[in-house]
């Protein structure tokens, strides 16, 4: 099987750069499904529904789009904008990120067979190639790496997380004002970082090549995808108080929880007493922008009207007072786009983008 794989992988090399990712599929068909369903895959004007809206409202010229830079980098065709706007050879060729006051811009190394990945084992290793060797007269062949493309991997950027950083930093608006305000940063005492929870290790080969027991999940866990999965990074703890009780949120991921534009969190609460069911009133966690004191869209704003955002650690308190047996349900959830947003772009019919989809469940029993 694996000499198969390999005859048509070297039948497909020749293809073209706007095929890559298919050459890829060959050695990587796992990674590559889990690409293909994910945001990186359907980053583009055609495929994603809220940056198309948010494009139109904001651009009049519809031919300048500096936007692409980040959504569709490597899409020259309609074909390429639908199937692999951020292509697999694109992410694995960044060497460095160039940092700027507007934006942040990836510098590519420009070598399409010589590609940067993470691998703890091989930290060190540069320009890894393919080779074989064989046992028993010739009867047993083993090969390593890939017959395809050159392996980095001493590029620190690829352990640290900074590779993200060229299109998940900041973006200012002509104010002057940054709309994306993630807010992340890269500290090298950081236990977590963009990959260890966005590209968690889960179970799988990531070639078919050689087997491994696990690979980088590249379906990019997140608000899209295994959402759920990033909930332990949130702790959450229950201070009662005499006439109700706090609800502390501690966040222990390098950015705070919903700080993308038009997002928001949810955070519902509901006690169970005996046989009834209390639902309390759900809090948001949203950031509003603002110009000259009113409420505008972010790529207008030159300032933030409202923040209650999660940064390290946030604090909720309820005016209800518990009492013993009763079960205090969380649930903490967030949608892609406010209803606010939602009316403003007129996306407000689209139930799924403005869902509360859940990212960490937990009760307390008192």
């Known amino acids: 099987m694996k000499t198969l794989t390999f005859l048509l992988l070297l039948i497909t090399c020749n293809a073209s750069f706007a095929n890559d990712n298919k050459v890829c599929q060959k050695c990587h068909p796992l990674i590559y499904k889990e690409y293909y369903s994910s945001i990186h895959r359907k980053s583009s004007l055609v495929n994603d529904k809220i940056y198309k809206a948010v494009f139109e409202k904001e651009h009049k010229n519809k031919e300048k789009n500096n936007c692409k830079a980040c959504h569709s980098p490597s899409a020259k065709t309609p074909q390429e904008e639908k199937e692999a706007p951020i292509s697999c050879i694109y992410c694995h060729t960044i060497q460095k990120i160039q940092e700027g006051d507007k934006v942040n811009k990836n510098i590519l190394s420009g070598e399409k067979k010589d590609f940067y990945s993470a691998q703890l084992d091989k930290r060190n290793e540069a320009k890894v190639k393919y080779e074989t060797t064989s046992s028993f007269f010739g009867l047993i062949k083993q090969s390593r790496n890939s017959p395809y493309h050159q392996i980095e991997y001493n590029n620190e ?95 222990q991921a390098n950015h705070a929880l919903f700080g993308q534009a038009y997002r928001e969190g949810v955070l519902n609460v509901k ?12 809090y948001i966690f949203t950031r509003t922008f603002g110009k000259n004191n009113t409420t505008s869209m972010p790529f207008e704003a030159s300032k933030v009207l409202k923040d209650t955002l999660i940064y390290a650690q946030k604090s909720i308190s309820y005016n209800f007072k518990l009492q013993k047996g009763d079960k205090l349900t969380v649930t903490l959830g967030f949608r892609l786009i406010s209803p606010t947003a939602a009316q403003e772009l007129h996306l407000q019919h689209d139930v799924a983008l403005s869902k509360t989809r859940v990212l960490k469940t937990q009760s307390f029993q008192f």
């Open 157 to 251: 950027n690829y352990y640290n997380g900074n590779v993200c950083m060229g299109c998940h930093s900041h973006v200012n608006n002509d104010e002057g004002f940054d709309i994306i305000m993630l807010d992340a940063y890269i500290d090298k005492k950081d236990k977590h970082t963009c990959i260890s929870c966005h590209m968690p290790q889960i179970m799988g080969s990531k070639t078919t090549l050689k087997d491994s027991k696990t690979h980088a999940y590249h379906g990019i866990a997140g608000v899209h995808q295994m959402s759920e999965s990033l909930g332990k990074y949130v702790d959450v703890k229950i201070k009662k108080e005499n006439n109700g009780f706090d609800i502390i949120l501690i966040n």
């Open 271 to 282: 006690i169970t007493r005996e046989h009834r069911t209390i639902q309390l009133k759900p």
